[in-house]
């Protein structure tokens, strides 16, 4: 959860046709671009810089650039984003990979693997099953991770989880927020957990970075949970993003 640089891409116009499990209406295109520009301050203020891509209306979904690919300080992995909508989304975003890591690793053209199933901790890469990233896609990641020198564990998530981080995120590098199902599911061998109070499970894709957490604006209890357990919290506005079932990690990759 140490960062100093991250990488963002402005909304697309195009976002209107996002992706949405439950349609509660198309986000306000100006509204979203106000969200993002305070999340790209959140992550300013906590000390990384970023670098804004250019918005891609080819893909309406091109603003979570989290999906894509997975970054580290020592390397690169392409992904292969599950919906059909976003697949394209990895070649749009290997040359920028290729511009800042010297290391850009690529998945086999078989299965597929979102980067929102993806939760890092120091010593593991939870890769979480979903509609989105398939046991072939999550196998051939554990293999690039393992050439990464990284140790990769494949996971099944509670149903009704779009991805994996969707309902857990890093808090330290022994502690996660998870939903009270993702608490029951008992995914994580070894780690604490603090549990987002009922009605508040979308907080539960909070978002470590350096010494805050990052949480969606009004999770007021969440957020008194975390206050109360030592950290440093800091509420972004998300109601435009949550309108296509995103949230905080989803939009950056942080290295
Ligand atoms: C999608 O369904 O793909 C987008 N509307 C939301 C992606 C959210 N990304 C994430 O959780 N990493």
Redesign the pocket.
């Known amino acids: 959860f140490e960062f100093d640089r991250a990488l963002v891409r402005e909304p697309a116009e195009s976002a209107v046709n996002?992706?949405?499990?439950v349609d509660r209406g198309a986000p306000e295109i100006a509204g979203l671009k106000a969200e993002h520009a305070a999340y790209v301050d959140a992550l300013t203020v906590c000390g990384v810089t970023v670098e804004r891509l250019a918005a891609d209306e080819a893909f309406a979904?091109s603003m979570?650039v989290?999906?894509p690919a997975l970054v580290f300080g020592e390397g690169a992995i392409l992904l292969r984003?599950g919906?059909a909508s976003?697949l394209g989304e990895a070649a749009a975003i290997l040359p920028e990979l290729r511009a800042r890591f010297a290391t850009v690793l690529t998945l086999p053209e078989t299965g597929f693997a979102?980067?929102?199933d993806v939760l890092v901790t120091p010593d593991t890469v939870y890769i979480g099953l979903s509609a989105?990233t398939d046991e072939t896609g999550a196998e051939h990641l554990v293999a690039a991770l393992r050439d990464l020198g990284r140790n990769g564990e494949i996971v099944t998530p509670p149903e009704g989880v779009?991805?994996l981080?969707?309902a857990c995120s890093l808090l330290d590098a022994e502690t996660l927020l998870v939903t009270e199902a993702m608490q029951n599911a008992d995914l994580f061998a070894g780690m604490r957990t603090l549990v987002v109070p009922d009605g508040e499970e979308a907080a539960a894709?909070a978002l470590r970075v350096n010494d805050t957490v990052l949480i969606a604006k009004g999770s007021s209890r969440t957020a008194e949970l975390l206050d109360g357990a030592g950290y440093t919290v800091r509420e972004v506005a998300l109601d435009e993003v949550m309108k296509?079932?995103?949230?905080l990690?989803?939009m950056s990759l942080r290295w």
Do not use: I, V
């Open positions: 996002g992706l949405r499990a979904d979570f989290e999906d984003p919906a976003r979102d980067g929102g989105r779009l991805h981080k969707t894709n296509l079932d995103a949230g990690s989803c």
